[in-house]
């Protein structure tokens, strides 16, 4: 047998320690024992395994969420007493900033509410859609609305996700009605209503009382600043 020289072997060793083991494998996927590029399953290749011998494969990391981020943008967790009961008007809405539209088959809310959305619901370009605690009371508007079943939003304040499939949390927020927070939608009226998408969500200063009684479900916000 030829054997390769002391020379050809240091620099096929060093060659390989010098780069993860993960390149050298993936150099010809069709032949996987052929790590050195060269064509030949030979001598270089076996001094590639023998170079990592031994070693802890650590797993890859996962790769970041590739998920698009969904917006909550307004919430009514209150109503006032002159406009109807809790269990009737409550509802949250959500906003897709994207110029796509969002396949939401298995996204779920979390946390303070429990909520899938069932296959087939999506949510459009620039769209807004509703979540409440009663459907009927925000249907035939002209924008989605979704029934959340039992349950409500906690009059003072709780935290609320938005869950990909997999269980990501592609954006929460702990809303309240004291320190900073805007009391007003805390049962006189007004929803609590989002003034800027692309700061934190749970910054009391990113979000304000409506204009409206009731807020604006489904709609640009009365306050939208974006």
Known sequence: MRFPSFLTLALSL???????SIVCAQINPSCPTELDGDGTVGMTDLLIVLADFGTVCEPDPPPPSSWPVLHFSELHYNPATAQGSDADFEFLELHNPHAYSVDLSGWSLSEGLVFTFPDGASIEPGEYLV???NAVTYSGLGYPVFDWGSGGLHNS???LAIRAPDGTVVESVVYSDTGDWDT???GQGPSLERL???GDPHDA???TASISTGGSP???NSVWVD
């Not at 060093?14 to 993860?20: A, G």
């Open 14 to 20: 060093t060659l390989c320690l010098s780069l993860p």
């Open 205 to 207: 200063g990113q979000w």
């Open 157 to 159: 304040g709780e935290l």
């Open 184 to 186: 007003a939608p805390d």
């Open 218 to 220: 489904g709609a640009v």
């Open 131 to 133: 979540v409440a605690a």
């Open 196 to 198: 800027f998408l692309d």
